[in-house]
């Protein structure tokens, strides 16, 4: 009588450790509610204000004041008459 002897499985193969890198960002909501925003607002930000940032503000806005409905830019704003805004593509509802 032969006997099956059934070999251990090989050893799987080492972890590879991922290099995770976590970064957190946190916006005062007392402060934001401080600047209290309306709707129809326009919040002129920097040039070099961080993209990063700008979405964190955008998010904590909507936290802070749900259902706002304003504009946040980033850069030089001007003074534009209704036809630069159309050549511009923004067109009036």
């Avoid at 998010?59 to 946040?72: D, N, R, S, T, Y």
Wanted: charged share 30%.
């Amino acid at each position: 009588m032969s006997r099956h002897i059934q070999a251990p499985p090989p050893p799987a193969p080492p972890a590879r450790r991922a290099k995770v890198i976590i970064t957190e960002q946190r916006i005062d909501l007392d402060q934001l509610r401080r600047i209290d925003p309306q709707d129809g607002d326009v919040l002129v930000l920097p040039n070099d204000f961080p993209q990063v940032d700008f979405h964190a503000l955008a998010e904590a806005l909507q936290v802070a004041k749900p259902g706002i409905k304003c504009l946040i830019v980033r850069g030089d704003v001007r003074r534009l008459d209704v036809s630069e805004m159309n050549r511009l593509g923004w067109y009036r509802a």
